[in-house]
Structure formats: C-alpha cells, structure tokens
C-alpha cells in the first residue's frame, strides 16, 4: 500500500511526504517534451518555490541504452532536486530494465505516464492509450512497486469520456496497486488546451483515493493557483506550460501562497533567456540546442505584447547565435509586460 501521509504545518501548505521524499511545498514541475531539461530546470530552480521538478517523459525502451553524459533527454545537475522521472512504458516487459536504470541514475521519484494522447505516442499503447486497458496498468504498476521503493507516481487525464465509474475504478486501482501519488491533467484525451480544464474533477478524484491527487492543467498566474486549489481541494499543484512562459511562477505562488520565505523574483527577461541560451550550449551537443531554444521560445515570447515577433524570428533563425542576436535586437526594443 502506498505510503503517502499528510503533514499540516502551521502556515497553509501541507508539506508533502512521499516515502522518503518531502516535496516542500507540493508545487510540480510538469514533465514537457522537448521542455523540461536541465536548461530550463536549472532557470526554474533558481528562482525557488518548486518542490519537484521533472523530466520530459522517457521511452522506458530506450531509457536504459542512454548515454548519462549526452543526451540530452538525460543530463541534469546537482542544482535538479528532487527530481521525478518521467516513463513512458508500453508493457510490463519494460518496467525492470528501465526501473534499474532510474536507480543507476539517481532518480528521486518515478512517475508512470498514462495522460499523453499524442497519436506517436498512443500507437505504441503508451500514455493515455493505457487507460483503456487498466489489466495492463495493474500489472505495470505492480510490477515497477515491486522493483523499486522509490516514490512511484502516475500521471493521468480524465479519459476518453466522463465516466464517474471508470474513472473512479482506475485510480482506485493504481492506489491500491501502490501509487504513492496521482497528478491529474484535468482534460479528456482528446481535449486541447483551447478547452478551459476540469478542475471540478479533480476535487472528484480527491474523494475517492486517500493518496494525494495533485492537479494539473491551466494555471498562469498565483491567482490560477488559488483559484484552482479552492476548487478542486487538491494537496498540490502542477504547472506546466505557465512555468515555460514564467519560470518564476513557482517562486511566486510559494511566496504567496504557502508562505515560504524566498524572496521577491527579481526577473529581467532577456538575461533568463541569454541564461537559458549560456545552459543550452554548456550542456548539449550543436545539433540539440536551437530545437529546444524555439520551443522555449514559443511559450517564453507570450511575456511580451508583440511576442509573435520574437517567436517568429527565432523560428526561422539557422542558427543558435544568429537567433540570440535577434531575440537581442528584440528585447532592446520591446518592453516585456512585466516592465
Ligand atoms: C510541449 C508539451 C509537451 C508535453 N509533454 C508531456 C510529457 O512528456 N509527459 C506528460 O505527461 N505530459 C506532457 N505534456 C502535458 C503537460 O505535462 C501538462 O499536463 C499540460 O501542459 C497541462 O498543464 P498546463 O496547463 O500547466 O500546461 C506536455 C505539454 C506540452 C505543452
């Protein structure tokens, strides 16, 4: 059975205790593809307030033939914890040779991904495609509780439909399958982000499980955060792509919200993104830089009024240095709306 407990503290965050891991507070990274690497981790762990950061998810084939130095996928520092690492697991045959791997690595959580609708992704029956076969989940999930005595986490959605008993089956399921922790993106599988969240159901799952259910999904500012807390009751919360856009938004609502002591961020944008260019080219190799700087870029332009500028200009740039000269030109004439 999964050994998550509660511990209220005088101030309003329930410190989080899983196994041997306090997320302190209870503010998650979301795991990203092609985002959350060790550049961006580093950005968001220096401004504080994030109680666990998080890798991309993983393909738990491939996981155990990666080079730890290289790719990518893989690199992190000292300054990345705690840690969870994300998998993205097919089959039971999977589970061991990935889970040992994550101990080699020096993983400090584990969590299953059973929420990416990608359709790369669904045709391999990973992610939410897992969902429609909970036989298969029960056996990953006991299988990896077995192997490891790490926290061990899912990620889910809401499903392909409403159903209040499928649903309420799963996460009962993976809880007494030994989950330590369910993190909910509150969409169905084939809803966008256009579509405002369902945080109304995650307050659902909440009455269901006695683990803790930490919710996901649309959250941009600290009063996101409060608002999203107050309605669904959750012991915590995950950000995403606001954290993309605002690396220091943890740091806000852990400040604001759970009154930690960190100080005020200080933010001046185009030094985080110089910073965040200076981690892509000291950690990874040429080739696997300026992919990752445009998909940063993507989300971290909306902090400013003609964003779409900066975007557009770093996307068509041939290079890592010529799109650190135009996003340059771009931030000495552009205020951000933060300024
Ligand atoms: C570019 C991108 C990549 C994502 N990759 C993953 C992933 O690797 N694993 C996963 O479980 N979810 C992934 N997600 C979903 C996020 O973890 C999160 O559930 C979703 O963005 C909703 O949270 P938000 O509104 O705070 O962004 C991804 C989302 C985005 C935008």
């Not at 985002?35 to 993983?58: D, F, K, N, P």
């Not at 993983?107 to 969902?131: E, F, Q, T």
């Not at 944008?269 to 445009?294: A, V």
Request: proline residues 6%.
């Amino acid at each position: 059975m999964a050994e998550a407990v509660l511990s209220e503290r005088s101030d309003p965050s329930p410190e989080l205790q899983l196994r041997s891991l306090s997320i302190d507070p209870p503010l998650f990274l979301a795991p990203m593809a092609g985002l959350t690497h060790s550049a961006l981790r580093q950005i968001i762990a220096g401004y504080g307030g994030v109680g666990l950061l998080s890798t991309e998810m993983l393909a738990a084939r491939r996981l155990p033939t990666e080079n730890p130095r290289l790719s990518p996928w893989i690199i992190r520092t000292d300054a990345e914890r705690p840690m969870s690492w994300q998998l993205l697991i097919s089959g039971v045959a999977e589970v061991r040779p990935a889970i040992n791997a994550l101990h080699r690595l020096g993983a400090d959580a584990i969590d299953l991904n059973m929420g990416c609708p990608a359709p790369a992704v669904s045709r391999v029956g990973a992610g939410a495609k897992l969902m429609e076969h909970p036989d298969e989940v029960r056996r990953i999930v006991a299988e990896a509780r077995c192997l490891t005595g790490l926290p061990l986490t899912a990620k889910i959605r809401l499903g392909n439909e409403l159903d209040e008993g499928k649903l309420r089956a799963f996460c009962t399921m993976l809880q007494g399958e030994g989950i330590d922790l369910i993190s909910v993106h509150a969409r169905l599988n084939h809803e966008s982000f256009a579509r405002a969240p369902r945080w109304e159901w995650v307050g659902k799952i909440k009455q269901w499980v006695t683990i803790p259910v930490i919710v996901n999904g649309g959250v941009f500012s600290v009063e996101d955060a409060r608002n999203c807390l107050q309605a669904t009751g959750a012991d915590g919360l995950m950000l995403g792509r606001g954290a993309v856009i605002r690396p220091w938004l943890f740091a806000e609502i852990a400040r604001e919200i759970y009154g930690c002591p960190i100080e005020k961020p200080v933010v001046v944008l185009s030094e985080l993104y110089q910073r965040f260019i200076d981690l892509l080219t000291e950690l990874y190799l040429p080739e696997r830089r300026l992919g990752r700087l445009k998909e940063f870029t993507h989300y971290f332009a909306r902090n400013y009024q003609f964003g779409h500028l900066l975007a557009s200009k770093v996307q068509s740039s041939l290079s890592v240095e010529e799109a650190r000269a135009r996003a340059a030109d771009f931030f000495s004439r552009n205020p951000s709306l933060h300024e």
